[in-house]
């Protein structure tokens, strides 16, 4: 399994204004991903952070809006910049375990969630 | 890209067994996981398929059928606390990425 934690866990933020969400896991992980999720919506890849590359962004998000630090294998951050009103959402990292099945149906990738920071956004 | 289709609610009683469907149109495919999330909570894994057949957890099991791009959830001994949100998400690459469907809103009645 794997535990992560993240900070902070909710904020109320000014329009114009950057937060910053960290994201600590209890063990060492290549890539760590940043998920959104809208009220009532799905949720959505933001961007996989890799641990000494660039993080790489998915079609509708962008490095000056949302920047990610990966300083270590257990750690990374995500910055919501110059926020208004729509990135008022949850956003959550997440970590995936891969490990071979003992069936031998193959392997098993099991995806584990931080608690979420909940950002509103005035 | 990803395109996953689930049923947005469906309701059972307590004791049912419940099927919720999961259909996806990908570029790319290594497997199909679920996940069940409580109003206010982080989505929580339950299953991850990435061969045909079912796979078996406790009261939950999965099953993917890959030449129908398809896979279901079923529950069964429905319990209210099943009472929750569940998704299906597409590994579409062979670095982990999870792309999400809509969710599937399940309600448990007594």
């Known amino acids: 399994s794997a535990v992560i934690s993240q900070k902070p866990s909710r904020d109320i933020c000014q329009r114009g204004t950057s937060l910053t969400i960290q994201c600590q896991v209890d063990s060492q992980v290549t890539m760590m991903f940043w998920y959104r999720q809208q009220p009532g919506q799905s949720l959505t890849l933001i961007a996989t952070?890799?641990?000494?590359?660039?993080?790489?962004?998915e079609s509708g998000f962008v490095i000056d809006k949302f920047p990610i630090s990966r300083p270590n294998l257990t750690f990374s951050t995500l910055t919501v910049s110059n926020m208004s009103p729509e990135d008022s959402s949850i956003y959550l990292c997440?970590?995936?375990?891969?490990?071979?099945?003992?069936?031998?149906?193959?392997?098993?990738?099991?995806?584990?969630f931080g608690p979420g920071t909940r950002l509103t956004v005035l | 890209g990803q395109s996953l289709e689930q049923p947005s609610e469906v309701t059972a009683v307590e004791g049912a067994i419940v099927q919720i469907n999961c259909t996806y149109q990908?570029?790319?495919?290594?497997?199909l996981s679920w996940y069940q999330q409580h109003d206010g909570g982080a989505p929580t894994f339950l299953s991850y398929?990435?061969?045909?057949g079912l796979e078996e957890t406790g009261r939950f099991s999965s099953f993917l059928s890959r030449s129908d791009s398809y896979g279901y959830l079923l529950l069964q001994e429905l319990q209210m606390k099943d009472s929750a949100s569940y998704f299906c998400a597409v590994r579409g690459n062979n670095f982990n990425k999870f792309y999400f469907g809509s969710g599937t809103k399940l309600n448990v009645k007594p």
């Open positions: 997440s970590v995936v375990r891969t490990a071979f099945r003992t069936s031998g149906r193959g392997e098993d990738n099991e995806q584990f």
């Open positions: 398929n990435a061969l045909d």
């Open positions: 952070a890799n641990q000494g590359s660039e993080a790489t962004y």
């Open positions: 990908t570029s790319g495919f290594y497997g």
